[in-house]
């Protein structure tokens, strides 16, 4: 029995696969479809709101700079001990992970012993967030642009501070590095209290205005049927079109019909975002076959709703094995966003915040109605119970006593550090941040070099051959290289933050220079002029300049850098036919190296180029997987395909589409 709110350290012991390290080459490349800003189906467009067809238009992402790809992580799992968070009283309790970008892991219902989120038992990344690694369960904290946070495996700060009212809350906060953003999440129970309360800001303080996105994710076991107040949906599927469709029967991606609010009855893997009329409550629910389970509901900010469903097909199937362990059970998302649907970015004027308050806890309603083929009355039976359970006014009044002092609150005891970056942006930005410091005792290795730059106007050289390290790409830093000495590692940076800018030109330009003054190749630089020439359409003097910075690499290199800068070089090497070259460079890799998944698919792809495809074929036969396989990823047929017209065995099924 806990008499209050108590807010405490733990230890979550999970199944899981170390994370590895980050790739060292900078991630220069144009995030997929979603990012492209003509995502809309031609027969619906003229059906779309203005604001809604302003958002979807505004601000795509240029690349994923300056945050690194996270791909090191391998799929062999052993038991690890994970830092937790727990947030109890009488009725709750919360398990959040700090480390992990603070996802709540576990929402236990005490009373009923009930577990109201999916738990996954294991801890898999998977290539699911902008960046790479990701993992599925729980409640997740998007910000930054479309897709799972680049903060999906992260560690951000965590400390107690004085809840609404009195008691402890939980608080977690960042600087989001895609859009140079400062964020927070609160989370406290009230006393006797079902139901957790989360208060979210997003801050902008700067003097120009930026895009933001905000989803909060959660997972919930896929046999519910999930229920929100809408009558319309835009789906949006693989093949990244969107359209608007009735709820709750409409046809998917294969032309038939079907009730999509049950996720296990559609075919493939979709997102339905409930279209919530503006005067409507915001709220979603996924309830059990006997009308209970898990609400979500939120102040009107918050105005998206939507489910995410893996379906019935081979495909998402496969993807539910792959992110969790075999037998698990299924899941499904129940998802809310600042926007009707998750390809918009809205923006926040300088000097202005985003807040809203967020609670969940659980929720029944009449079965009959809930699973009743009159959705009016399912609808109507699940929002009578909430507002019982929770009324809108009680939302409204928690969210006012947070925001108007407790938002503001200083962190008592400090539980969990984040990055140094956002001490980083203080420093330079001189930025005043009242609940969320950022101080100067997080800034690590990382940040020196920056840390210097800002204080002498000069960045420091690196050892002879050693990777150039992390990349900063805003404007101000921009300006900094700019006026820098011109040394070979400044013209990197420097070139980077160009390409961010979109100045792609001058970005090339930048990196010959830097060329220039080396007296040697040096391999970072060539790897990023390699990357313009496939950018610009140019893939054979591409596939030189890969080859050369994999040529380049000094003796000694740290294995990180020559299996990424290898992989990169096999694949452009194949792609512009340069086959005899691909082989040449792949017997020069180290065995350890050619026996992970990654390059055994690769030496698949070389055999089948050098017409060996009984060879090519036996790889797969004797199997292989592809740890940073990304989602909707459709290669592993292709190759497959190429080689017989058997079907694609069950172990290599990822695709998404039809």
Request: glycine share 10%; with cysteine.
């Amino acid at each position: 029995m806990v008499d209050m709110t108590t807010v405490r350290r733990a230890v979550l012991t999970l199944p899981a696969a170390p994370l590895g390290p980050d790739n060292p080459l900078p991630a220069l490349r144009t995030p997929g479809a979603a990012h492209a800003a003509a995502l809309l189906d031609a027969r619906v467009k003229e059906d779309v709101p203005r604001d809604m067809a302003r958002q979807l238009g505004y601000a795509p992402l240029r690349s994923l700079l300056p945050v690194p790809v996270r791909d090191g992580y391998g799929r062999e799992r052993t038991p690890a001990a994970l830092d937790a968070i727990v947030i109890e009283n009488d009725r709750l309790r919360a398990t959040v992970l700090p480390g992990l970008g603070g996802r709540v892991h576990s929402l236990h219902h005490k009373p009923t012993g009930r577990e109201l989120v999916h738990r996954n038992p294991v801890f898999q990344p998977a290539a699911f967030a902008l960046n790479g690694a990701w993992f599925a369960g729980g409640i997740e904290w998007n910000i930054g642009a479309t897709g799972h946070t680049t903060l999906s495996c992260s560690p951000v700060h965590a400390a107690i501070v004085p809840a609404p009212g009195g008691g402890e809350m939980l608080r977690l906060w960042e600087w989001e590095r895609l859009r140079d953003l400062p964020f927070q999440v609160d989370l406290w129970l009230p006393e006797d209290s079902d139901f957790l309360h989360v208060g979210v800001r997003v801050r902008n303080p700067h003097e120009r205005t930026v895009p933001v996105y905000w989803w909060s994710n959660t997972a919930v076991p896929e046999d519910r049927r999930i229920i929100a107040p809408a009558d319309d949906a835009w789906h949006h599927g693989y093949e990244r079109g969107l359209r608007r469709v009735p709820v709750p029967v409409a046809e998917d991606e294969t032309g038939t019909a079907g009730d999509r609010t049950y996720p296990l009855r559609s075919t493939l893997p979709a997102d339905y975002f409930y279209d919530v009329p503006e005067e409507r409550r915001r709220w979603i629910a996924a309830l059990d076959e006997t009308g209970t389970g898990l609400v979500q509901t939120s102040t009107d900010l918050l105005r998206g709703r939507k489910l995410f469903l893996w379906g019935s097909a081979r495909g998402g199937r496969r993807w539910q094995e792959w992110l969790t362990e075999p037998g698990a059970p299924g899941y499904a998302e129940i998802q809310a966003g600042l926007a009707r649907t998750q390809l918009e970015h809205l923006k926040l004027e300088g000097g202005a915040e985003f807040s809203w308050l967020e609670t969940y806890g659980p929720l029944t309603a009449e079965p009959s109605a809930v699973h009743g083929e009159d959705w009016a009355a399912a609808r109507a039976s699940v929002e009578e119970s909430l507002e019982q359970a929770l009324p809108r006014t009680a939302v409204d009044a928690a969210y006012a006593a947070w925001r108007d002092g407790a938002a503001d609150a200083a962190p008592v005891t400090v539980l969990a550090a984040g990055s140094g970056w956002g001490a980083l942006e203080v420093l330079a930005g001189g930025h005043e941040l009242p609940g969320t410091p950022f101080p100067a005792s997080t800034l690590g290795a990382e940040q020196k070099p920056w840390l210097e730059l800002l204080r002498t106007g000069v960045l420091p050289p690196r050892e002879d051959g050693a990777a150039p390290g992390p990349s900063l790409v805003a404007d101000h830093w921009r300006d900094m290289l700019e006026t820098a000495p011109a040394e070979p590692l400044t013209e990197y940076h420097l070139g980077i933050a160009q390409w961010h800018a979109g100045d792609l030109a001058q970005a090339v330009r930048s990196w010959e220079r830097g060329l220039g003054q080396t007296g040697m190749r040096w391999w970072p630089l060539l790897y990023c002029l390699a990357v313009a020439d496939e950018e610009g359409g140019h893939p054979e003097r591409a596939a030189e300049r890969f080859a050369e910075a994999f040529d380049t690499l000094p003796g000694d290199v740290d294995t990180v850098v020559s299996a990424a800068l290898g992989r990169e070089a096999l694949t452009a090497l194949l792609a512009a036919g340069r086959v005899a070259q691909a082989r040449a460079l792949w017997e020069r890799l180290p065995a350890p190296v050619r026996a992970r998944g990654a390059f055994r698919f690769a030496e698949a792809r070389l055999l089948l180029a050098e017409g060996r495809k009984p060879e090519a074929r036996a790889v797969f036969d004797a199997g292989f997987e592809v740890p940073d396989l990304r989602e909707g990823a459709e290669i592993l047929g292709d190759v497959w395909s190429a080689m017989t017209d058997e079907p694609l065995p069950d172990s290599y099924e990822f695709r998404m589409r039809p």
